[in-house]
């Protein structure tokens, strides 16, 4: 009796999950682009970027006008006794994705206690139009408790909105967090290879960790085309490769009040690159942070801190 009371609670929080997801996708975004915002520039002492508010709300009104709202708000993700030092590892992931999650959580993304660490993995998604992802997230956040999701729909330049919302969303419920991995679900990640860099890094806490690229040219066709006319350079600001990378907590504050002056940016790794630069924060490269993969050697993937599109099935665990 107990079982099936769990199984129509378990249900009818489902329906409700998906008429909530219906209605609120029907509805316009929340709130109104400030019109007496005119651009923001930002140097780094290079190259100058001039950030029109207009050409962005032109092209992606959407990412400008949407204020963050949790449908699953992850409240159990950080919450516990006072402990080791928590690593999160944060993991951008789509409403379909449940097989690659199983994958992952057998595999790097187990809570454990690891090297002084205590590590805690949260998935972060968006919604989906069809029921049955709707469902499984239910699913997957009753019985794990590491779902966090929110109202706007997955898709490519949403992902940028993921950003936005989980600075908020760590500011807010995670403040236990020391150090936050932020990566893909499409990728081999080394917990022990990462607490061991925090340990031997000196001064891990003031700079943001990852495979930094410098300058990269702006792409004005294919999967990652930017307009001209909501970007003129030719050359992006320094970012982290959006395959991974390590921030410290107190990063944080600082990150989550750029992202409410400066505009989204369509493509993530950029737009954390702008916040990084509004922010005035450093980087700290590292080529363990290996996001264009490595040969099918047992040993590399030991010394990496992460491997970026592999099959974890190949990887043994961690």
């Known amino acids: 009796m107990k079982c099936s009371g769990a199984r129509i609670l378990l249900i009818a929080g489902v329906f409700w999950l998906s008429y909530t997801v219906w209605i609120k996708l029907r509805q ?12 923001v520039e930002l140097s780094d002492g290079t190259f100058t970027f001039r950030l029109d ?23 159990g993700v950080c919450s516990g006794p006072p402990g080791p030092p928590l690593l999160l590892l944060a993991v951008k992931s789509h ?28 998935f972060l998604v968006g919604v989906s139009p069809d029921p049955r992802h709707l469902a499984l997230l239910g699913q997957e956040s009753g019985e794990f408790g590491d779902v966090v999701l929110w109202d706007f729909a ?35 990640v080394n917990p022990p290879a990462m607490v061991a860099y925090l340990s031997q890094t000196p001064n891990a806490s003031h700079v943001i960790h990852g495979n930094i690229q410098r300058h990269a040219a702006v792409m004005r066709g294919g999967k990652y085309r930017v307009s001209p006319a909501l970007f003129p350079q030719d050359k992006y600001p320094f970012f982290p490769s959006g395959g991974g990378f390590l921030m410290p907590r ?69």
């Open 250 to 318: 107190a990063s944080v504050p600082a990150l989550a009040a750029a992202s409410v002056r400066i505009p989204i940016f369509p493509l993530d790794d950029v737009y954390f690159g702008f916040l990084v630069l509004a922010a005035g924060l450093r980087y700290r490269h590292d080529d363990q942070f290996r996001v264009y993969g490595v040969q099918d050697e047992q040993c590399l993937y030991a010394e990496a801190m992460l491997v970026h599109g592999v099959s974890l099935d190949r990887v043994e665990e961690v």
């Open 53 to 75: 508010y207009a050409a962005f709300r032109a092209e992606f009104p959407q990412l400008q006008s949407y204020r963050c709202r949790e449908l699953i708000p992850g409240d």
């Open 154 to 188: 997955e898709s490519h330049h949403n992902l940028s909105l993921k950003e936005r919302c989980f600075l908020r969303w760590v500011g807010a419920r995670c403040e236990q967090a020391d150090f936050i991995f932020k990566g893909d679900d499409d990728e081999f």
């Open 28 to 39: 316009p975004p929340q709130g109104n682009p400030d019109p007496s915002r005119g651009s």
């Open 95 to 122: 409403p379909a994705s449940s097989a690659r999650w199983a994958t992952a959580r057998r595999t790097w993304a187990r809570p454990r206690v690891l090297g002084g660490y205590r590590v805690r993995p949260v």
